[in-house]
């Protein structure tokens, strides 16, 4: 399959994979697994004329949620919460590799979109974002040139 032939060179090329690659050499050594993932796992694709992100926020509702569509892009940003109670049983862990915090993402629209048309559903802890292509304006004039003396 092709994607998996290009897909090491194209995760080279990708800013966010730059940097993410970038921040873990610095913070491995001291956090090893245990560092946070502070980016929820984002597709962005181009379907009939419209833009479609999905975004993985397992573990995390709906209305710990916010979302702005703008024409050049979306924002995300969402909480998930510690399932711990205060005065709960205490526990001794052996490893603990679920996360909780802030999750915050901006994604680029590769084209101008129209923010009105901006469509949002969650199933299964996937957010899936739809937002039409803003029609370019195919209406022109043709302008005659006079030359001048």
Same mark, same amino acid.
């Given at each position: 399959?092709?994607?998996?032939?290009?897909? /090491?060179?194209?995760?080279?090329? =990708? /800013?966010?994979?730059? #940097?993410?690659?970038?921040?873990?050499?610095?913070?491995?050594?001291?956090?090893? =697994? $245990?560092?946070?993932?502070?980016?929820?796992?984002? &597709?962005? %694709? !181009? +379907? $009939?004329? +419209?833009?479609?992100? *999905?975004?993985?926020?397992?573990?995390?509702? /709906? &209305?710990?949620? *916010?979302?702005?569509? %703008?024409?050049? !892009? #979306?924002? #995300?940003?969402?909480?998930?919460?510690?399932?711990?109670?205060?005065?709960?049983?205490?526990?001794? %862990?052996?490893?603990?590799?679920?996360?909780?915090?802030?999750?915050? !993402?901006?994604?680029?629209?590769?084209? *101008?979109? &129209? /923010? *009105?048309?901006?469509?949002?559903?969650?199933? $299964?802890?996937? #957010?899936?974002?739809?937002?039409?292509?803003?029609?370019? &304006?195919?209406?022109?004039?043709?302008?005659?040139?006079?030359?001048?003396?």
């Amino acid at each position: 399959m092709a994607r998996d032939r290009f897909y /090491p060179m194209m995760r080279m090329m =990708d /800013p966010e994979s730059i #940097l993410d690659s970038f921040t873990r050499g610095f913070t491995e050594p001291f956090f090893g =697994d $245990n560092f946070p993932d502070f980016g929820a796992k984002v &597709d962005t %694709y !181009r +379907k $009939n004329g +419209k833009i479609f992100v *999905e975004a993985e926020l397992p573990g995390i509702t /709906p &209305d710990d949620v *916010e979302l702005h569509v %703008y024409s050049d !892009r #979306l924002t #995300l940003s969402a909480e998930k919460k510690s399932e711990t109670k205060e005065g709960g049983e205490d526990k001794s %862990y052996f490893r603990s590799e679920r996360r909780w915090g802030k999750v915050e !993402r901006v994604v680029s629209f590769p084209v *101008e979109a &129209d /923010p *009105e048309s901006a469509k949002a559903a969650f199933k $299964n802890g996937v #957010l899936t974002v739809e937002v039409a292509e803003k029609s370019q &304006d195919k209406a022109h004039k043709k302008v005659s040139i006079t030359a001048e003396s």
